[in-house]
């Protein structure tokens, strides 16, 4: 038997993300999906935008068919 | 870069389960670990002990390098 | 960005396997599928028949969208 | 039961890529090392180094505790 998930690269906020304090998101995505812990990986509003910056995930959650993530901002990229 | 993780195929209690409700357990284990969700694997108290049963996680949490499951034991072994 | 797979338990073979020698079979999967290397996995020929054996894995290719994998059979059911 | 992999972003030459054909590339990193396939990681040649280009894996093989892929250099960084 198996069990299907995806294996994810970056993380894609599609401008869901909420903030739990000073750098610290959490957002919720359908599905199974597999993150890298700990590795600074490109955040991005949709996924064909720039890279609004860097995240770091601390915090990955799988559950009901839906996976929530707790990242750090660490780099934020200025756009001007 | 990269961050290591453990696949695994069945759920080694080491005795350190802790029931939540009926027949769901909760279970704290070293390191990232990769479980499939929602189908039957074996549950051993050791790895080389026999299956005390089968279990289906519910959830799965990864942070501070330690895995947190959450699994419905949906089958018990009779041993007399 | 993602990319989907299956965290596969044991090896179905709806009969395709080949043999390749003695004990050593290539079966070929479609989609890409995650399975443990080198660990001791029920082998059966659909997803809810009897278990024939165990099998270890000891090659998986990925390509094409196809998944391929060498197993050596280590033990077999007998059923009569 | 257990097995051990390697969640990978990126590809990390160290000059070790062997040219297959024009833009096809074949590495060999040790231990099983998931990559994600047909998606656009970057090329370094140190885990340090500044990228290199884009590279796209067509092909991932494990076996004995190696992982062998095939990726397809899809874009360059000019270094001048």
């Known amino acids: 038997m198996g069990m299907g998930l995806e294996l994810n690269t970056m993380i894609v906020t599609k401008?869901?993300?909420a903030r739990k304090e000073d750098n610290l998101f959490e957002l919720l995505k359908d599905g199974y999906r597999l993150y890298p812990?700990?590795?600074p990986i490109e955040v991005r509003k949709t996924k064909h935008s720039d890279p609004?910056?860097?995240?770091s995930i601390e915090k990955m959650e799988w559950t009901d068919e839906k996976t929530k993530i707790m990242y750090r901002l660490i780099s934020l990229n200025s756009t001007n």
Chains 1, 2, 3, 4 share one sequence.
């Open 37 to 39: 812990m700990h590795i």
């Open 52 to 55: 609004s910056g860097y995240g």
């Open 15 to 17: 401008g869901k993300e």
